[in-house]
């Protein structure tokens, strides 16, 4: 039978089994959250940050908040995907010439590799928040590359190949400040320097309220032979604020504006003390996946209260199962 992820096989993936007598499809990691308060001396708090296989160990960008309250990135390894290594120091971008090319603020990274190249996304200063684009081949050296979309706009997530010869990239148009509005949207690229074909994906709303305010992507996609599988994050407002929960998508492999299907329920929503109280309490926020092929392990990484970062697992069959019978397309 063919395997539901198309995608490598991940034999260290970090997994621990669904709790026995859970009905959750996606269950979190005992051990969470795998990075607490000031994990090392420039960082207060680091979450919504991204992870990858790398040299058969693992490699990651991370969103640090530095003690002066500046979003920074930083780069990290890691072993078992699990216990983190953070470099001491922020992340010194160059451009293509070498020269430094640092970000004023910059948070909320994804990384995707595309063929030997790992890109990352992430929200950067253009004269107000818009899509970071940069590269790295050894998580060493960072390059600058142009940025993506105009102002105002987050969430940027690239696919994890080609789609008819174009590269695309899902993003959020927003505001200078907290945005309460927000869909997602999709844009194409001949050569991840012109983009273009802008089109609506998917909106807020909906009969569940934990979507109803704004949406916005999460990991990269995830190429399964039902369609690209998203996840992504919904936030509805309550008389205390923003609350982010997680949900998923389905969109047609060749042409993933198109919206298979959609959770109506959210996934996981902060209820564990890490998720409610922190800096932003009621954050789940989720940046990054690795997943396993053969087994159709997913292990899905996300912020914490703007605080921690955690773990959390699903198994793909039974995702994808759940996502369908559970469906509100709007
Ligand atoms: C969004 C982003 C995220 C953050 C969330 C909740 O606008 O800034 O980085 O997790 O708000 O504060």
């Not at 922020?90 to 910059?106: C, L």
């Not at 253009?126 to 600058?144: A, V």
């Not at 008389?239 to 299907?261: E, M, Q, R, T, W």
Request: proline share 8%.
């Amino acid at each position: 039978m063919p395997e539901t992820i198309i995608g490598k096989t991940l034999p260290n993936i970090p997994w621990e089994n669904k709790p026995a007598g859970s009905s959750e499809i996606v269950w979190r990691f005992s051990a969470n959250p795998v990075i607490g308060w000031n994990p090392i001396p420039r960082a207060a708090r680091v979450y919504n940050s991204a992870i990858v296989p790398f040299n058969k160990e693992f490699a990651g960008v991370f969103r640090a908040d530095q003690k002066n309250g500046r979003a920074t990135l930083f780069s990290g390894t890691s072993k078992d995907g699990v216990h983190i290594d953070l470099n001491p120091d922020p992340i010194e971008w160059i451009d293509e010439n070498g020269k430094a090319k640092p970000t004023s603020y910059a948070y909320d990274p994804r990384v995707v590799k595309i063929d030997e190249t790992y890109y990352i996304q992430w929200c950067d200063d253009m004269n107000g928040p818009s899509i970071g684009l940069g590269k790295t081949e050894d998580f060493i050296t960072f390059m600058r590359m142009p940025n993506p979309l105009m102002p105002y706009n987050r969430n940027g997530v690239l696919f994890p190949r080609k789609i008819n010869g174009k590269y695309f990239l899902f993003s959020r148009p927003s505001d200078t400040g907290h945005t309460p509005f927000g869909n997602i949207f999709i844009s194409e690229s001949p050569d991840m320097i012109h983009w273009g074909h802008h089109r609506f994906v998917m909106g807020n709303g909906g009969q569940g309220w934990w979507q109803g305010t704004k949406i916005g992507a999460g990991p990269t996609p995830i190429e399964t032979k039902e369609g690209w599988l998203l996840f992504y994050h919904g936030v509805s407002g309550t008389c205390n604020g923003f609350v982010y929960s997680i949900g998923a998508s389905i969109h047609d492999i060749n042409d993933p504006a198109k919206v298979l299907y959609r959770t109506c329920d959210y996934l996981l929503t902060p209820e564990k003390s890490y998720e409610t109280t922190g800096f932003v309490p009621n954050v789940a926020f989720p940046c990054a996946c690795l997943t396993d092929a053969t087994t159709g392990r997913i292990a899905i990484y996300y912020g914490a209260a703007d605080t921690y970062t955690a773990i959390a697992f699903c198994q793909v069959d039974e995702l994808l199962d759940y996502i369908k019978l559970n469906s509100e397309v709007f």
